[in-house]
């Protein structure tokens, strides 16, 4: 197995063409519970190409019924990329100051309940901007959510076999 680097151009690109669409390859989860995950795991895909089809505990979708709960669920895509050691994209736990266009950042409640993932644009001065799906958002200062906890995936590469 090799490491790939994550291509955050790719990414970011893709997140600027379809956050406020929907890209047709893919089930729009908006209402069965949110698509910001779904969303998150297409721009993370454009910058990696590479899935992990372990059953039940990888990181794929084929269709909205064949997939893995990590490619739609908040909690379960972190666990996938802080804990994968195996194919496909994985992630560390950065400060906010470390994050780079392309990561992923994760809102929660004060409780520690994670609920959304919006994907990083840019990156200026001390505001992160991201894009979002659910409630649709391009360039949208982070500053302009309303959350009491931040947790910044930030993706180091992809395996590949």
Known sequence: ???????????????????????????????????????????????????????VTGWYYITANDRTASWTGVEFLYRFLVNNQSVGPFARVVPRGEVQPGDVVQLGTAEGRFYHSPVVVGVIGNEIYVAAHTYDALWRPLSTYSFARLRCLHIEGARVW
């Open 1 to 55: 197995m090799r490491t790939i680097p994550y291509n955050r151009a790719a990414a970011v690109a893709y997140a600027e063409r379809w956050a406020l669409s929907r890209n047709p390859a893919y089930y729009d989860f908006e209402h069965l519970g949110g698509d910001c995950t779904n969303f998150a795991s297409q721009c993370i895909y454009a910058g990696c190409g590479v899935m992990n089809y372990t059953p």
